[in-house]
């Protein structure tokens, strides 16, 4: 057993050597669309997401409502502007990324503050 535990315990050693440490995510401008290459990519339903492509002007009113529902359903939020909830923000990079609310929310805190932070842009420009 002491055999197993050293080998299962070499082999986690192995997969944090290969794995790069301390991405930056990195914002790019193509036309009108802000594209972030994660610094870590996820799986999503079996997907993976490395990068995401918001482009807020193919959003419609109806979907800026329906991310204000998702969002306070899903989290409260006591600020009297929605604008600044971190949780609307993700839920409006979703509508204009076309990736799923919940994958939003499953991004590490680098990449997670860097979509929300370009989202924040853009509802308050």
């Known amino acids: 057993m002491k055999e197993t535990n050293e080998t299962e315990d070499?082999?986690?050693e192995e997969k944090a050597e290969t794995q790069p440490k301390n991405i930056k995510p990195k914002i790019e401008l193509k036309e009108d669309k802000v594209i972030?290459?994660?610094?870590g990519p996820i799986t999503f339903n079996g997907e993976k997401i490395g990068k995401i492509e918001l482009d807020f002007n193919s959003i419609t009113g109806a979907e800026i409502c329906e991310a204000e529902s998702e969002s306070l359903g899903k989290f409260f939020t006591p600020l009297p502007d929605v604008?600044?909830?971190?949780?609307?923000?993700?839920?409006?990079a979703a509508?204009?990324?076309g990736i799923p609310f919940e994958a939003i929310?499953?991004?590490k805190s680098k990449?997670?503050?860097v979509i929300t932070e370009c989202t924040k842009g853009f509802?308050?420009?």
């Open 36 to 39: 972030v290459t994660l610094g």
């Open 123 to 125: 509802l308050l420009g």
């Open 95 to 97: 509508k204009a990324s």
């Open 111 to 113: 990449d997670f503050r």
């Open 10 to 12: 070499k082999n986690i």
């Open 83 to 92: 604008n600044y909830s971190t949780a609307y923000q993700a839920a409006i």
């Open 105 to 107: 929310l499953e991004l």
